[in-house]
């Protein structure tokens, strides 16, 4: 019997996992090979490949312009097509306004990021935070990452000598300067990461992102199978790293109640969103005192002001730090590119009278293309996922997308396609000038599109109408002022040695990000 009882387990499980690996041929799909039971996502589970550089070899594996695969045993849909992504994410976003990863705000308020938010609450929360990421904000927030990037240059000078040159590690380097930023422009505390890379930031930082076989389980249920996670925290197991960030913000935030304290960080525009029900429009007003009539939004509690800024710090400070690490490697591998952005800056200072500041940085031009193509060719997050909220007949076809599947959009893919940008993997900023202009516009979206794209990413549409859309991860905006700083203070301090041969960067296999195998090694040497 107990062999019977085994053979009728065996039998079951495999007649259910011809099923659900039929599942796009029953819906008249074509799919890519489905590599029972872990679909795609096989070479993730060889340890051969990160979740992101799967999806971008689904990618390479068919030209079509969408196609069926499989996330272990969840069927999704890779979109190839870039207009048809765009519209996905743009014009047909009532068929998809939710991402369909883990959220519980009622039993787990850390879990309800803007990211992560559906419905009407991801809608609300939305357009009250509209007012974070104006200009005079981040005005206000430039002096504390000058402040950081002055540090950073000091700390150089102590590990180079005058005259001297080094190999530096960038994407250690940037990772300090960026989790510093965060720490003070976000929480409002100041750390110091190149003196003391074990403070509270850092710590949580490496909980966060260890690949250790928890944190991979708990990435996969939180991505693929919310009712999983949602089990796991009912049960009480917490995800390293945010347990230790929910205190560190209680803590703070009962800090600056009790002495009323008013400072100019995210954190007080979110306390102003709690107390008053609005964010100030009024850029000198960093109040946070509470009114006597306010909306809704009074339940905004520590947890979910907690939940907000956790996303802003895992997110962001990853982004800035790789792409400014990414941006310098880059142009010490094209000297060309080097030069021209050289000149930029000290044009461009020289009209501002020597002075590195919020509007001289504005002003460098190819210094905003070079950040462009560096976000074109190395994507914050290599993919965009949604969920089909109701049935979505895919335009000229025949086929139907049914509620509740998940669309999964390869932004490695595309903006390494040659079909919308030629010669990908060559660095050329110039390819975004009107004067060249030699890409597909819609293929371009390295913070995503639509109305859940980074919350600090400003849009004017034809009627010049601004509007600023939702949270994916730290404000595009914020963080690409971040990176600037951060190139500019490098290039005006520091000669990069250029290599005598390019070499393409190689990625870590473990997480979603592209993270890069061995660091970004840049050659600089102190200028005179």
């Known amino acids: 019997m107990f062999l019977l009882y085994i053979l009728l387990v065996a039998i079951s499980v495999y007649l259910y996992l011809k099923w659900n690996f039929s599942y796009w041929d029953r819906c008249g799909f074509e799919s890519i090979e489905k590599n029972i039971p872990f679909g795609a996502l096989d070479s993730v589970r060889r340890n051969k490949r990160s979740f992101g550089l799967a999806i971008y070899d689904a990618y390479l594996a068919t030209t079509k312009p969408f196609v069926g695969i499989y996330l272990t045993l969840r069927p999704a849909l890779l979109v190839r097509d870039a207009q048809m992504a765009h519209d996905i994410l743009v014009k047909d976003f009532a068929h998809f306004h939710d991402r369909g990863v883990y959220v519980d705000e009622k039993h787990d308020a ?102 250790t076989p928890k944190n991979i389980l708990r990435g996969t249920t939180s991505f693929l199978y919310p009712k999983v996670e949602k089990f796991f925290n009912r049960l009480g197991w917490p995800i390293d790293g945010i347990e230790r960030m929910q205190k560190l913000v209680h803590e703070t935030i009962d800090l600056r109640d009790e002495k009323h304290m008013v ?57 800035s730090a790789s792409t400014a690490a990414f941006t310098l490697y880059e142009v010490m591998q094209n000297p060309s590119v080097l030069e021209k952005l050289l000149e930029d800056i000290n044009e461009t200072l020289a009209k501002h009278n020597g002075e590195i500041n919020y509007d001289s940085i504005q002003d460098m031009k190819y210094l905003e293309l070079c950040v462009m193509e560096t976000t074109r060719k190395y994507p914050a997050l290599p993919l965009l996922n949604r969920m089909c909220n109701r049935d979505y007949p895919l335009p000229n076809t025949n086929l139907v997308l049914r509620k509740g599947t998940q669309v999964i959009i390869s932004l490695l893919g595309i903006h390494r396609d040659a079909d919308y940008f030629p010669n990908p993997l060559e660095y050329q900023p110039e390819r975004f000038t009107e004067e060249f202009k030699n890409y597909t516009p819609a293929a371009f979206m390295p913070f995503g599109e639509g109305p859940r794209q980074c919350i600090g990413k400003l849009l004017l549409n034809k009627h010049k109408i601004a509007w600023l859309i939702s949270l994916a991860f ?27 041969q390019k070499r393409e960067l190689e990625f870590h296999v473990h997480g979603i990000p592209i993270l890069p195998k061995g660091g970004v090694p840049v050659k600089l040497s102190r200028k005179h």
């Not at 009250?128 to 000091?154: C, H, I, P, Q």
């Not at 422009?185 to 003391?196: A, K, P, R, W």
């Not at 954190?267 to 009539?293: F, P, V």
Request: aromatic residues 8%; proline residues 2%; without cysteine.
């Open 263 to 319: 400072r100019r960080d995210l954190l007080q525009l979110l306390l102003q969103l709690r107390n008053t029900g609005k964010i100030s429009t009024d850029e000198s007003d960093w109040s946070a005192e509470k009114t006597s009539k306010i909306d809704s939004i009074e339940s905004l509690s520590k947890d979910n002001i907690a939940a907000q800024l956790f996303l802003f710090f895992v997110a962001g400070y990853e982004t």
């Open 474 to 500: 730290l404000a595009a905006r914020m963080g690409k002022l971040n990176v600037k700083i951060a190139i500019v203070k490098m290039l005006t301090n520091y000669k990069l040695e250029a290599r005598h």
């Open 110 to 211: 850390m879990s309800a990021s803007l990211f992560a938010m559906e419905g009407q609450k991801w809608k609300q929360l939305r357009s009250k935070l509209t007012a974070s990421f104006t200009s005079g904000k981040l005005k206000a927030m430039f002096g504390t990452a000058e402040a950081v990037a002055d540090k950073m240059m000091a700390h150089l000078n102590e590990k180079i000598p005058e005259g001297g040159s080094a190999e530096v590690d960038m994407k250690a380097l940037m990772a300090s300067y960026a989790i510093d930023i965060v720490a003070s422009t976000i929480f409002g505390l100041e750390v110091d990461s190149f003196s003391n890379p074990d403070n509270i930031f850092r710590t949580i930082s490496r909980e966060v992102n260890a690949p």
